[in-house]
């Protein structure tokens, strides 16, 4: 069955980096999209990025573009989100989700929790 | 970039009732670009419908929807207890995915 599972999530101050990872079993990872989408606390769903199943091509939400970085590793069936200079805005549970029936979202990891706060 | 804005905010109903939630976009969308999701406290979304009135895989039949243009409507026959969440249509448009406020379905 499709497993996705986040890591990376931590605590951190405005102006740090961190690098989330998401790890994919169940499926033939290297044939499909994928993208993040994140949820702040107590609010709604918000598509951050998205990356070809070849890492050819990568689409930011306007809020993200040129802070965040989308990134995959095939050979290890792990999905990368480089998030750089965060601020509070960026506080929220981070969720990676498998692409389906386009442009559709059909699996989705548990999250992790990624909390900017001085 | 196209804004979805999803009626009621809150729907209070009782098991058994017909639920009936709203989805209206900015512009034009394509029906093939609409998808409803079902998320529970601390759950992961899950998806409901794509293609505006397709089922995913395993989701029962009481869900549906339907829909074109600018307005879409996912109706859930008869809620059961499992049914009580909120509830999210997505549309994509221009490399971009976007996302309605959603919509609570609580029990009344």
């Known amino acids: 069955q499709v497993q996705l599972v986040e890591s990376g999530g931590d605590m951190v101050q405005p102006g740090e980096s961190l690098r989330l990872s998401c790890a994919a079993s169940?499926?033939?990872?290297?044939?499909?999209?994928m993208h993040w989408v994140r949820q702040a606390p107590g609010r709604g769903l918000e598509w951050v990025a998205f990356?070809?199943?070849?890492?050819?091509?990568?689409y930011y939400a306007d809020s993200v573009k040129g802070q965040f970085t989308i990134s995959r590793d095939n050979s290890r069936n792990t999905l990368y989100l480089q998030m750089n200079s965060l601020t509070a805005e960026d506080t929220a549970v981070y969720y990676c989700?498998?692409?389906?029936?386009?442009?559709?979202?059909?699996?989705w990891g548990q999250g992790t929790l990624v909390t900017v706060s001085s | 970039e196209i804004v979805l804005t999803q009626s009621p905010g809150t729907l209070s109903l009782s098991p058994g009732e017909r639920a009936t939630l709203s989805c209206r976009a900015s512009q034009s969308v394509s029906s093939t670009y609409l998808a409803w999701y079902q998320q529970k406290p601390g759950q992961a979304p899950r998806l409901l419908i794509y293609?505006?009135?397709s089922r995913a895989t395993g989701i029962p039949d009481r869900f549906s929807g339907s829909g074109s243009g600018t307005d879409f409507t996912l109706t859930i026959s008869r809620l059961e207890s499992e049914d009580f969440a909120v509830y999210y249509c997505?549309?994509?448009?221009?490399?971009?995915?976007?996302f309605g406020q959603g919509t609570k379905v609580e029990i009344k």
């Open positions: 997505q549309q994509y448009g221009s490399s971009q995915w976007t």
């Open positions: 293609g505006a009135s």
């Open positions: 169940g499926f033939t990872f290297n044939t499909y999209g």
């Open positions: 990356i070809y199943y070849d890492g050819g091509n990568k």
């Open positions: 989700a498998k692409a389906g029936r386009w442009p559709s979202f059909d699996y």
